[in-house]
Structure formats: C-alpha cells, structure tokens
Nanobody, 126 residues
C-alpha cells in the first residue's frame, strides 16, 4: 500500500518561491519513480517533474526547467518540489504520484502512475 500526502501549497506573488513536500508511506523502493503533476481548471493533468528514488536522476517539463527542482530525502521518505520564479501560469493543483517502472518505460504521463496524493493548491498572483 502506497500513501502520499502533499503539503506546502499556498498563495504567492509572481517571482516568489514555494516548496512542496510529499510524504510517502512506501515499503518497496526498488524501481520507484516519484512524479509531480499539476492541473488547472479546464485543463488536463500535466507532467511537471520526476525523480527516480534509486540514483536520484531527474526529468522536467520544458515549462518548468530551470525554475523547479525535484529532490528526495530518503531518511524522511519525502519528495520535494522547489519552485522558484513562479509565474501566474503555474497556478494549479499540484499532485505527487508514485510509479514502479520497468527497464523499458520511464513513467511520465498520468496513466503511468498508480498512486496519487490528494493535491495541494498553488496560486500565483500577478
């Protein structure tokens, strides 16, 4: 059973920073990928960033590359999303997700992830 709980969302101004946390209740860490997604009203859920639990390799959507950083603290079973230089278009509900991957498919789309948190709202005012 995998449980994910996000926290850290809020209302900020454009240019500000925010850090989201995802506390993970997980027993098996082998071949585990942790992803961040976001969804704004009327839009599909979109990929933001991914980190492999083993090794820590990361991958980002072009829209956040250079501004967002995903990391994990293995001792705390927690994944973070540091968001800098926030823009109004970053406004969305942000979700943490977990997936077990194979050698052939690295999870990137929402359908690739089996476990989801409840989401946390991030609002960026202009």
């Amino acid at each position: 059973q995998v449980q994910l709980v996000e926290s850290g969302g809020g209302l900020v101004q454009a240019g500000d920073s925010l850090r989201l946390s995802c506390a993970a209740s997980i027993r098996i860490f082998s071949r585990l990928a942790m992803g961040w997604f976001r969804q704004s009203p009327g839009k599909e859920r979109e990929f933001v960033a991914r980190i492999m639990w083993s090794g820590g390799s990361t991958y980002y959507a072009d829209s956040v590359k250079g501004r967002f950083t995903v990391s994990r603290d293995s001792a705390k079973n927690t994944v973070y999303l540091q968001m800098n230089s926030l823009k109004p278009e970053d406004t969305a509900v942000y979700y943490c997700a977990a997936a077990y991957y194979t050698d052939y498919v690295l999870p990137t789309t929402p359908a690739d992830y089996a476990y989801w948190g409840q989401g946390t709202q991030v609002t960026v005012s202009s």
